[in-house]
Structure formats: C-alpha cells, structure tokens
C-alpha cells in the first residue's frame, strides 16, 4: 500500500492541523496487550509528548512481565487497577486512539461501554480485519506486518524520519519484531525490513529487545510449556492440534500475564497440522488463540464460533461453557468448519 492510500492527502491536511495545536490526548489499547499493542501505544506516546501534546496511555489489564522494560511503561494506567484515574482521563480527553484493535470490545467490557459512550475525536490505527466505523481517521492496513509499522508511516507523514528518536524507535522495533515471528512471515516485507534497518541506525538495540523480549522466563514458565507441549491433542483427520490448560494447571504453575505466549505456534509446527489452538481457562471465560498454516482462515472461524477474529493465520477469541464442555465445543466447531 502506498503512503497516499494509507493517509489520503485530505486526511494528512486535516492530521496535521489537528495536532498544530496542544491536545488532550488518549491512547488505548486491547486486552491482553501484546509487544504490538504496548509497542505501537508507546512509539506514539513518546512522539505526541515530543510535539508538546498532553498525552495519556492506557491499557485494560496488566502488561505481561517481558514488557515492563520497555521506555515509558511507567507511564501505563492500567484500567482493571484505576477505573477512577481512567474515566477522569478519558471525560477530559478531546482525541481517543484506539492502537491494534478496532472493536471497542476488544478492551474488555467496562472500558469498551466508557470509550463508546466518550465524544472525544476518535482515531484508530491499526492492522485487523473488519474494522467498525466509529473513528473520524484512520491509518489501516491489514496488510501492514504490525501496528507498530503504521504508527511508524503515521509519524514519518506528519513530522518526517527524523522524528523517530530511540525511544520511539525501541517500542517500534518490539512490536514489528513480536507480530513477525521475529522478521519471519509473509507480512514482514522489504518495507518493514528497510524501516527495521533505519532503525537499527539511529541506535536501537535489536538483539537486547530480543533478549528482553524472550530470554527472561521464570522457571514455572519453562515448566508450563513443558506440561503444555506433553499435553498436545492431535486430531489427525482435522490436521488440527491443540493445547488445553485449565485453571487448575495454570496455578500449579503460578501462572503470569504472558506465560502462554508463543506456544500456540509451536502447536502448530506439529507435522500434519494446519490449524492450532491454545484454550485457556480464565476467571469466566475460556479463551482461545489460533493459528493457521495456508488457505485456512481461523479469523473466519473464530468469528462463526468463538466470538473473536483477527488474522487469517492468527486470531483469537472467548467462549462462555464449563471448560470441558468447551473443549468439546471447540473439537466440534473445527470439524464442522473442515468438513
Ligand atoms: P493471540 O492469539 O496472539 O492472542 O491473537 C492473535 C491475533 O488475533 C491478534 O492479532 C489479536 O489481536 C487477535 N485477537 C485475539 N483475540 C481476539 C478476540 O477476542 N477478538 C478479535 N477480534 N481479535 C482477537
Ligand atoms: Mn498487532
């Protein structure tokens, strides 16, 4: 996509006189935040406090520990812990961003019912399928390797390359580099690699984020994905395979927000497997995140069963049944959807 049809020349316009003036700004995220959802919101929290905006970021629930290292996580109202601090925010917020989702449910409950209710100008940058309408602007590109990469296309429009400085650059790098595999799939062009080198020419640190990002498991986490990996379930004639922790195997293993990140790929790299899920236990809820290798499109899926989308190759969503029950659910609902 080019840079005119991802922001028209009109909307660039009206960006740029929009921010020409300090602004009362709000940046939101989704559930469950990933290195993309706390990556794009932090680029751009470091890049409107730059242009002298009065800037707030927000997510719904805590950030997983391999985050927390990354510049202005300090900064971060979790709204589960500080509805309070989050609503007088947001009543006295004249822009809402809404970065890597575009459903205002994506944020869980609560929050989706204030930010739907909030008359502040919206804007929505972000890379899933079927967006809702409710943002004034926004930068969209499905085909975009991460959200990261948008807020990057966003700042270059408005202040040029040379406003991308380390920080910026830092929370960049670990969302393009978490919803790539590490630089590995489709999505991740000679784009993103380009934008990715410059990068690594004003100084970002590629191999610390991804030690950061990766390196730093608790030993209940290696346990986890040990029990995890014992425990796939194959069903060969759905060339499907998934991993089913309940509430009680998780707090065997002191389960932390990002525990599970990354396993439902490696179900997928099973031999024979084309579509992979991970299925969680939570509080009220069983949640989902799948993954597809080829034509097999699991956003389709999780739209008809589970209530969620996503990507074609990944997506995830939530079901209301006892978790065996569930797990039946779910064994059934991808037989019918591979018949
Ligand atoms: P993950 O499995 O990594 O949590 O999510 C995979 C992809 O699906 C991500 O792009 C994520 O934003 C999206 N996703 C996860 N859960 C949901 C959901 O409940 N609803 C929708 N619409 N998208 C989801
Ligand atoms: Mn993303």
Redo the contacts with the bound molecule.
Sequence with gaps: MSNQDLIPTETLDSLKTLFASSKKILLTT?K?P?GDAIGSSLALFHYLKSQGHNVSVSVPDPLPGFLKWMPGSENLIVFSKNKKKFKEILNDSEIVFSL??N?FN?TGEEMSKLLSESDALKIMIDH?QSPDDFMKYRVWDVMASSTAQLVWEFIVALSGKTAISKNIGECIYTGIMTDTGSFRFKSCTSHTLRITADLLDIGVRGDLIHQYIYDQNSLNRIHLMGYALENIVLMPEQRTAYIALSKEVLKKFNYKPGDTEGL?NKVLSVEGVDIAA?ITEKENQIRL???SAGDFSVNKL?RKYF?????EN?????IKLEFTKAIKYIEDSIKEAVK
């Design positions: 989704h469950s990933d890597d989702y459903h994506r899933h439902v991970l995140s799948l993954r999780s209530n969620g989308g996503g990507h990944a997506a995830g969503g939530m």
